[in-house]
T-cell receptor
């Protein structure tokens, strides 16, 4: 079974540009999460999508946006890039979330974004 | 806002020794996760703890959950070099299908 796949693996951009990161969840998973892992800051929650809808959003400015497609894959867009956006962006997927049950997230290998 | 704190942040230990990593969180939760991350790699799920008093063990790692104290521990027994990694705990608030909040991570280095 294929895991969570992310592309690109590495991306180098300059300040002010836009970056688009992509994520394909595990087959059958409908929930997709995006996390930012910046050096020294741990994992910060960005966005959660389920069934094509944005379900929750972390404390990030609106220039961080995304969407989920009908096949449950997802894109993360970062506009007007700033130097501090340099980080590893991790995508995770899970079965549909519920208020009970394990809801284990499976993570992809990440996309490393460098902003110069 | 849910806060999750881990300590220590960095742990250097010799092979064969035992140690415990602590995870404290600030709100009620009945779901707590432990993940492992190797350098330059993604996160790997280790344990899911779903109820007060839950204990799970895999090899030299054992995780437990005390929901009353809002505390989880990850105990390492007779450490080996292969356990060197960063360990994260993550918490979801009770009764919600909500986002996970991760702790700061504990970087474990096992030396010979």
């Amino acid at each position: 079974e294929a895991g969570v796949t992310q592309s690109p693996t590495h991306l180098i951009k300059t300040r002010g540009q836009q970056a688009t990161l992509r994520c394909s969840p595990i087959s059958g998973h409908t929930s997709v999460y995006w996390y930012q892992q910046a050096l020294g800051l741990g994992l910060q929650f960005l966005l959660w999508y389920d069934e094509g809808e944005e379900r929750n959003r972390g404390n990030f400015p609106p220039r961080f946006s995304g969407r989920q497609f009908p096949n449950y894959s997802s894109e993360l867009n970062v506009n007007a890039l700033e130097l501090e956006d340099s980080a590893l962006y991790l995508c995770a997927s899970s079965l549909r979330q519920s208020s009970t049950g394990a809801n284990v997230l499976t993570f992809g290998a990440g996309s490393r974004l460098t902003v110069l | 806002e849910l806060k999750v704190e881990q300590n220590p942040l960095f742990l250097s230990m010799q092979e064969g020794k035992n140690y415990t990593i602590y995870c404290n969180y600030s709100t009620t939760s009945d779901r707590l996760y432990w993940y492992r991350q190797d350098p330059g790699k993604s996160l790997e799920s280790l344990f899911v703890l779903l109820s007060n008093g839950a204990v799970k063990q895999e090899g030299r790692l054992m995780a437990s959950l005390d929901t009353k104290a809002r505390l989880s521990t990850l105990h390492i027994t007779a450490a080996v070099h292969d356990l060197s990694a960063t360990y994260f705990c993550a918490v979801a608030p009770t009764g919600t299908a909500s986002k996970l909040t991760f702790g700061t991570g504990t970087r474990l280095q096992v030396t010979l």
